[in-house]
T-cell receptor
Framework: EADIYQTPRYLVIGTGKKITLECSQTMGHDKMYWYQQDPGMELHLIHYSYGVNSTEKGDLSSESTVSRIRTEHFPLTLESARPSHTSQYLC??????????FGPGTRLTVT | QKEVEQDPGPLSVPEGAIVSLNCTYSNSAFQYFMWYRQYSRKGPELLMY????GNKEDGRFTAQVDKSSKYISLFIRDSQPSDSATYLC????????FGAGTQVVVTP
């Protein structure tokens, strides 16, 4: 069973606040990903990392940033939250590029 | 044009029926083909994957890939209400490309 954790699960925050969404995995996977998913819509890759100190932007333009200082940890930060950032954020990790294991997601609402 | 196309549904079937899900793709470089299941307000869960063309069976689930027609299929036999979820197909040649997902509702 995949062990990947995201906190918080739900977050309601005001416009302009800085937020960090946490993602951790205990499987020792080198590859980690952040996806954005609006209700009933498809997944969009916003950031990925293939190892420590390696991060890349995904297919969907995002104002968020990520860091990868430890293999197991891949936090996502929004410096100034806006209502347009309201969405579900899903973290995933994998050993290969195709067998990705997802966390439960963080549902973010910016008011 | 999206590289992986999937009908969003919803697809409603009675309990015990066979669920048939399909996707098409455009990139000939794709080598791995996956099906994920996503329950409401949860992250996707990998059901099974297939390398290149062929069939793969796991319990009530069968995945098929036809590279000549660029067609990906998932069949669920003896469907149960607990199979009600959104099913996402995906394909990979380095990066993973997801379809939009098909919502499946199995009615008792």
């Amino acid at each position: 069973e995949a062990d990947i954790y995201q906190t918080p699960r739900y977050l309601v925050i005001g416009t302009g606040k800085k937020i960090t969404l946490e993602c951790s995995q205990t499987m020792g996977h080198d590859k980690m990903y952040w996806y954005q998913q609006d209700p009933g819509m498809e997944l969009h890759l916003i950031h990925y990392s293939y190892g420590v100190n390696s991060t890349e932007k995904g297919d969907l333009s995002s104002e968020s940033t990520v860091s990868r200082i430890r293999t197991e940890h891949f936090p996502l930060t929004l410096e100034s939250a806006r209502p347009s950032h309201t969405s579900q954020y899903l973290c995933a990790s994998s050993e290969t590029t195709y067998e990705q294991y997802f966390g439960p997601g963080t549902r973010l609402t910016v008011t | 044009q999206k590289e992986v196309e999937q009908d969003p549904g919803p697809l409603s079937v009675p309990e015990g029926a066979i669920v048939s899900l399909n996707c098409t793709y455009s990139n000939s470089a794709f080598q791995y083909f996956m099906w994920y299941r996503q329950y409401s307000r949860k992250g996707p869960e990998l059901l099974m994957y297939t390398y290149s063309s062929g069939n793969k069976e796991d319990g009530r689930f069968t995945a098929q890939v036809d590279k000549s027609s660029k067609y990906i299929s998932l069949f669920i036999r003896d469907s149960q209400p607990s199979d009600s979820a959104t099913y996402l197909c995906a394909a990979s040649w380095g990066k993973l490309q997801f379809g939009a997902g098909t919502q499946v509702v199995v009615t008792p």
